[in-house]
């Protein structure tokens, strides 16, 4: 059975950042990953901060998020694979590709 993830632009009080959202064999939350900059082609890289799962719902939602923590736009979604230290990607309308989690630094390849 295929996993599926999520990439959420989220923005707060004008900032924005990425919320990266991954369904984890047999857990009912997402594991979730807030990167500074969303990652486009190889090696790019950016700094990211592993957030409390959230719940299975944001797979599918937009919108105002509750508590006055602004709003979620999906940007990409599909399926998704974990490799180690890292996760590939498959979106559902592009080539898929492999982000890198190590430290405190995200990289696409």
């Given amino acids: 059975m295929a996993l599926s993830y999520v990439i959420l632009e989220h923005t ?11 369904e984890v064999p047999g857990k009912e939350k997402l594991r979730t990953l807030q990167l500074q900059a969303r990652l486009l082609k190889p090696g790019d890289t950016c700094e990211f901060k592993e957030l409390e799962p959230h ?19 999906r940007v990409e979604r599909g399926t998704c694979e974990a490799l180690g230290k890292s996760v590939l990607l498959s979106p559902e309308s592009a080539v898929c590709y492999r982000i890198e989690i190590a430290d405190d630094r995200a990289a696409r390849w």
Avoid: I, P
């Fill in 12 to 22: 707060v009080n004008g900032t924005k950042h990425f919320d990266l959202m991954l």
């Fill in 55 to 73: 719940r299975r719902a944001y797979l599918e939602y937009e919108g105002e998020v509750s508590g006055g923590r602004g709003q979620v736009k």
